[in-house]
């Protein structure tokens, strides 16, 4: 099982920028498919961003261009850099891992069985 403890959500204007953190322990984030969802009240929980075990990266079209995953092995952390936020980028971000070795890695909720607690972003205009 991994761990996942997520940070750095926070309250911003509209066209700021915030990066969030995922401290994972359990394994090594670089042999993991991780992603980052959110959920905003009265929607279902959506994928945002996504990266696979050598480093690749796929995004929603909502914020691609906006949004940048990464990780960093030394500190077992996953990454989220959000540049230009608008309000509709307002939810509850949540970390998810699968450590399966075996899934597809994308970003449909039924890959990973394993969550953070969420870190909360509000984006005011």
């Known amino acids: 099982e991994v761990q996942l403890v997520e940070s750095g959500g926070g309250s911003v204007q509209a066209g700021g920028s915030l990066r969030l953190s995922c401290a994972a322990s359990?394994?090594?984030?670089?042999?993991?498919?991780m992603a980052w969802f959110r959920q905003a009240p009265g929607k279902k929980r959506e994928g945002v961003a996504r990266?696979?075990?050598?480093?690749?990266?796929r995004y929603a079209d909502s914020v691609s261009g906006r949004f940048t995953i990464s990780k960093d092995s030394a500190q077992n952390i996953l990454y989220l850099q959000m540049n230009s936020l608008t309000p509709e980028d307002t939810a509850m971000y949540y970390c998810?891992?699968?450590?399966?070795?075996?899934?597809?890695?994308?970003?449909?909720?039924?890959?990973?069985?394993?969550w953070g607690q969420g870190t909360q972003v509000t984006v005011s205009s």
């Open positions: 998810a891992a699968d450590p399966s070795g075996y899934g597809l890695c994308n970003l449909s909720i039924t890959e990973y069985n394993n």
């Open positions: 990266i696979d075990r050598n480093g690749g990266a």
């Open positions: 359990g394994y090594t984030v670089s042999t993991l498919c």
